[in-house]
């Protein structure tokens, strides 16, 4: 008889054959810097996240920095909004100066920015508008201000996450033409019209005015349409591949970690942080069992790097 309880018998043995390691490497922890002073308003929908000015903002960096979470991915909150989101591209924005303080105070933090318009433009969409949709060109173009400005202000890596067709491609040559070769992209290659985004665009202030944004994010029916983007990414010039949400596509975490010879990344959403914080107040479930489990599962599926609100939370655990 096969016996594989034999493995299982004592902890020293269980430690020995474990398939799968969660560590504070794996992390990438999410930051929302709020243009103004004496910002640090927590996110009710988010327990224990905030959004935060720079004069406020050390206070978690030092924590950051404390646990050894190796790296954050910045979302600017400005605090004047126009139809195309010329605050991203603005050198003295809000993300500009972030990058700046974080570099200079922080520099061991490895500064990533997130790579779009929502939160910048007046109806809440991605890009510019015409005809109530995003025109994909002509957000291209904007687009490439936005990532020269980042790059200018020293950040060390730009993850554009709006879907438009073609931005791998213009973010490479934007950035290379202008002496950045060595700034890496990380893809928001597979990201989903996802009902788990809730809390952030509360967080981020970045809901819609109207619509959706089912015109330029996948639809969840979709695996196959995901590997498709995911090549074009690949091919155009990523240097990271990344699933956005990520419990609810642990499969297309998987389908790319099987075709893809390049780090993956998942995106462990606002909402299902948020279930996790809600059942857990309720006295449901273990919070701190069902989030470490839960990261275990991307890290399992095939996930290189988990951006996730529960890296400071999981870091405590594992540097224990």
């Known amino acids: 008889m096969n016996r594989t309880r034999r493995l299982r018998a004592k902890e020293g043995v269980r430690r020995l054959v474990k398939e799968t390691r969660l560590s504070v490497n794996d992390f990438i922890y999410p930051l929302f810097i709020e243009e103004g002073e004496n910002i640090e308003t927590e996110i009710v929908s988010m327990p224990g996240i905030k959004r935060w000015s720079l004069d406020t903002i050390s206070k978690e960096l030092d924590e950051v920095v404390a646990l050894n979470i190796p790296a954050v991915l910045l979302f600017g909150i400005p605090s004047e909004k126009d139809d195309v989101g010329t605050e991203t591209w603005n050198d003295n924005g809000i993300m500009q100066q972030a990058i700046r303080f974080i570099k200079k105070n922080y520099p061991s933090l490895y500064v990533i920015t997130d790579v779009c318009f929502c939160e910048y433009t007046s109806h809440g969409h991605c890009g510019v508008l015409c005809d109530n949709d995003v025109d994909n060109d002509a957000t291209l173009v904007n687009l490439a201000k936005q990532v020269i400005s980042h790059a200018k ?23 290379d033409n202008s002496g950045f070769v060595n700034l890496p992209i990380m893809a928001y290659s597979v990201k989903y019209a996802s009902a788990f985004y809730g809390p952030f665009r509360d967080a981020a202030d970045s ?114």
Not at 153 to 175: E, H, K, N
Not at 259 to 271: L, Q, T
Request: glycine share 8%.
């Open 207 to 320: 809901a819609p005015t109207f619509g959706d944004r089912r015109t330029y994010q996948m639809d969840p029916s979709n695996r196959d349409e995901g590997m498709r983007e995911a090549t074009f990414d690949d091919q155009e010039g990523a240097d990271i591949l990344m699933v956005k949400p990520a419990l609810s596509y642990l499969d297309i975490i998987r389908d790319l970690k099987n075709n893809f010879d390049r780090p993956i990344a998942c995106y462990n959403v606002s909402g299902e942080y948020a279930m996790v914080k809600a059942a857990a107040e309720k006295g449901w479930i273990d919070g701190e069992k069902v989030m470490m489990e839960s990261l275990l599962s991307m890290k399992r599926a095939g996930a290189d790097i988990i951006i996730t609100y529960f890296a400071k939370e999981a870091a405590r655990i594992l540097n224990k």
């Open 153 to 175: 202000a020293g950040v060390d890596m730009v993850a554009p996450s709006g879907m438009m067709d073609g931005t791998i491609d213009m973010v490479r040559q934007s950035l």
